[in-house]
């Protein structure tokens, strides 16, 4: 049975008051760096995506290098990473379309974002929230796991009715927080097999809720 907004709310709140300083884990140092690095991240961790963005972004750190670039030189320096192959294909089109639309600079707006190719839903979200500080809520395979494990939504929401609920149950200024925590909270703690939430009674705990 699908949570009332207000216990939805309370669980979510604990969840973030279990992870206080969640940071993003992908690292970045500009819009276009975050871009490429949570279009990455598909199917992929971000551990691995660290590991590969160095070099990607040493031998192409502009829109501009990158859209020179063949797709078969980029895929050498993610050819670690999952679906590397689409991967290189979408990056490279997607640094031209920056500089064919949007004058080499990242896009603020979802509907923008989601122009640009291997740029879904959530990593517009992602790079709305955590590039430009634009309320969003990114949902990705934690995100979705946690909520139906906590029966904030119900077991068969698409992403976006995950999304949608969790905007509806917090405020814009806590959409953030609650996507870093839980991310740590599903990569820690609210596994896919063998969760170990039930260590935490304050998830369930609903008597003064």
Not at 29 to 37: D, K
Not at 66 to 91: P, V
Not at 153 to 159: D, E, I, L, Y
Not at 162 to 170: G, N, S
């Amino acid at each position: 049975m699908v949570l009332s907004k207000k216990r939805a709310r309370y669980v979510i709140e604990e969840i973030i008051a279990l992870f206080p300083d969640a940071k993003p884990s992908l690292d970045f140092r500009n819009h276009f760096e975050l871009l490429v690095a949570v279009m990455l991240s598909a199917q992929t961790t971000d551990a691995a995506v660290n590991k590969a963005t160095p070099d990607l972004f040493l031998a192409y750190p502009t829109p501009e290098a990158m859209a020179a670039a063949s797709e078969e030189d980029i895929a050498k320096h993610i050819s670690r990473l999952g679906l590397y192959r689409n991967k290189a294909k979408f990056l490279k089109k997607c640094a031209q379309q920056l500089l064919d639309d949007f004058n080499g600079q990242v896009p603020q707006t979802r509907e923008e974002l989601e122009t640009l190719a291997g740029v879904g839903r959530k990593t517009a979200n992602v790079v709305m929230s955590v590039g430009f500080g634009i309320p969003a809520f990114a949902v990705d395979t934690h995100v979705e796991r946690i909520c139906k494990h906590h029966d904030i939504v119900k077991k068969s929401a698409s992403p976006l009715e995950v999304e949608k609920r969790v905007m509806d149950v917090l405020p814009p200024e806590r959409w953030l927080a609650a996507h870093q925590a839980m991310i740590y909270f599903g990569r820690t703690i609210c596994h896919p097999k063998n969760p170990e939430c039930e260590h935490y009674p304050q998830l369930y705990n609903f008597d003064h809720v």
